[in-house]
T-cell receptor, first 114, second 114 residues
Framework: KAGVTQTPRYLIKTRGQQVTLSCSPI?????VSWYQQTPGQGLQFLFE???????NKGNFPGRFSGRQFSNSRSEMNVSTLELGDSALYLC?????????????FGPGTRLTVL | AQTVTQSQPEMSVQEAETVTLSCTYD???????LFWYKQPPSRQMILVIR??????QNATENRFSVNFQKAAKSFSLKISDSQLGDTAMYFC???????????FGKGTRLHILP
């Protein structure tokens, strides 16, 4: 069974631009979560989607948005990029949302904002 | 607010030794789920072990075990007979609220020395 895939793996953008990251969950998984990982802050929860609906949202500005498609693939978008948005963005999928469900992580997209 | 705290940013131990990683958390919920995830250098994050709060018995997975102290809100990870492949960043995490948002600690970087 293929694991969680994220594209692109690396991205370099400049301030003010916008970016779209993609995540394909493990087949059959309906929940997709996004995290921002930085050395200083660790993993911070961005949002979670389940069956095309945003189920949870973290404390990030409205510049961060996401969506999930009927095939459970998910995208996140960051508009008006800031230097502080440079981070590793991780996507994780699970069979169902919450509880004891194991999250399976993708390799991440490393975003650098210049 | 729910929080997860890992007080050891970095640790080093000799191969074959036993090491314990600390984690404390805060929640007002009575039933919740706790996890330890491992992120090897340049590799994907994987689940090491999980614990359900209503189960008094400590979870064990081969060389990995936890010491779950519910009253003290402590959830430490013990790695026995440590191996070079255990070198990684370890994150303590919890699903401790009704909206199932998973909160991660800032991580402990563990080095296993030959």
């Amino acid at each position: 069974k293929a694991g969680v895939t994220q594209t692109p793996r690396y991205l370099i953008k400049t301030r003010g631009q916008q970016v779209t990251l993609s995540c394909s969950p493990i087949s059959g998984h309906r929940s997709v979560s996004w995290y921002q990982q930085t050395p200083g802050q660790g993993l911070q929860f961005l949002f979670e989607y389940f069956s095309e609906t945003q189920r949870n949202k973290g404390n990030f500005p409205g510049r961060f948005s996401g969506r999930q498609f009927s095939n459970s693939r998910s995208e996140m978008n960051v508009s008006t990029l800031e230097l502080g948005d440079s981070a590793l963005y991780l996507c994780a999928s699970s069979l169902a949302a919450g509880g004891p469900n194991e999250q399976f992580f993708g390799p991440g997209t490393r975003l650098t904002v210049l | 607010a729910q929080t997860v705290t890992q007080s050891q940013p970095e640790m080093s131990v000799q191969e074959a030794e036993t090491v314990t990683l600390s984690c404390t958390y805060d929640t007002s919920e009575n039933n919740y789920y706790l996890f330890w995830y491992k992120q090897p250098p340049s590799r994907q994050m994987i689940l090491v072990i999980r614990q359900e709060a209503y189960k008094q018995q400590n979870a064990t997975e081969n060389r990995f075990s936890v010491n779950f102290q519910k009253a003290a809100k402590s959830f430490s990870l013990k790695i026995s007979d440590s191996q070079l492949g255990d070198t990684a960043m370890y994150f303590c995490a919890g699903d401790m609220n009704r909206d199932d948002k998973i909160i991660f600690g800032k991580g402990t970087r563990l080095h296993i020395l030959p």
